[in-house]
């Protein structure tokens, strides 16, 4: 599973992200961002991974048996384009604004140091751990996001 993790991973940054073009080039971390679930990286990792397991035990045969790693690299590498072409790129982002007028970025190119208050844990934090909450018309922290403390504070793309 490591095996298929890392190549999966490194597969998506090579080929969907530079040479495809298919993935964001600016990595999203926060949860109002992202989909639960995205099939190109975890529908890769878990077919990669469970079929070089599979390979390791002598169900794909007991010849394949010693190369199960190289099942892992193999499909590590072909899976996520594949995925990312069959489902074209939709399931990387949720949405791509995420309804704060404020810039992420500093006129040098670093993230904003802007703080905003978030309306579910009362902390200020700074300007890219954010997202607004359009029910509240207030602002959400990605951790109040991501521990999902109150389905109340969701954004409606989220529901």
Request: glycine share 10%; aromatic share 6%.
């Amino acid at each position: 599973m490591g095996i298929a993790w890392i190549v999966v991973v490194a597969t998506d940054i090579v080929v969907n992200k530079y040479l495809l073009g298919i993935s964001p080039k600016v990595p999203e971390f926060r949860r109002g961002m992202l989909y639960a679930v995205n099939p190109v990286g975890f529908g890769s990792v878990v077919i990669a991974g469970g079929l070089s397991i599979a390979a390791f035990f002598g169900l794909l045969g007991e010849a394949i048996a010693p190369f199960s790693p190289l099942v892992a690299i193999v499909l590590g590498v072909v899976l996520p384009p594949v995925i990312a072409l069959a489902t074209r790129g939709r399931w990387y982002l949720r949405r791509t604004d995420d309804g704060i007028d404020l810039p992420m970025l500093d006129e040098h190119g670093n993230p904003s140091a802007v703080t905003l208050p978030c309306h579910v844990c009362g902390q200020d934090l700074e300007r890219p751990d954010m997202a607004a909450c359009p029910a509240h018309d207030a602002y959400v922290c990605s951790l109040c996001l991501s521990t999902d403390r109150t389905g109340e504070h969701l954004l409606p793309a989220q529901v």
